[in-house]
């Protein structure tokens, strides 16, 4: 699949892409590794990181978007992306492809909001749950296009 100049992951490749991002993503979850200091790099890097695999035909920025809104939840965080003009997260996103990923990485320190809890007991699911995958077959996707 190819956008203007932007080669996206061969479909045969895509069911196992996108199980390691989500083995990686919890890895990084349960290990704790994701921290204040490093949120935004991090919801960066896999939002990039879906990008490139790009497992459906149509609708994965809005599917990016959701995933790593509630990725961000799942870690404390409301990430605001609504509040981002589409053809910045468009131009960063394109340039995350080519670059660093720090301009993405900019964008969403900007939207990033910390959840605020009313006492520890509701802040205890924070980072010990896993992101869900789904059982990923080829029969998931439109291959043969």
């Known amino acids: 699949m190819v956008k203007g100049k932007t080669m996206f992951a061969n479909a045969l490749y895509v069911p196992t892409a996108l199980e390691d991002l ?29 990008n490139m695999i790009h497992p459906f035909r149509e609708r994965n920025g809005r599917t990016q978007k959701i995933f790593i ?24 996103t394109i340039e995350s492809v080519n670059g660093t990923g720090r301009p993405l990485k900019k964008v969403f320190e900007e ?23 789904t059982n990923i077959t080829k029969s998931n996707y439109d291959l043969e296009r």
């Open 22 to 50: 989500v083995t990686k993503l919890n890895r990084d979850i349960t290990s704790k590794s994701i921290t204040a200091n490093n949120i935004s790099e991090k919801l960066a890097y896999y939002y990039g990181e879906l």
């Open 69 to 92: 809104e509630k990725v961000a939840d799942k870690l404390g965080y409301s990430l605001q992306l609504e509040k981002i003009d589409s053809k910045k997260l468009l131009e960063v």
């Open 111 to 133: 939207v990033l909001v910390t959840k605020h809890f009313k006492d520890k007991s509701d802040q205890s699911h924070i980072n010990n749950k896993s992101v869900t995958s």
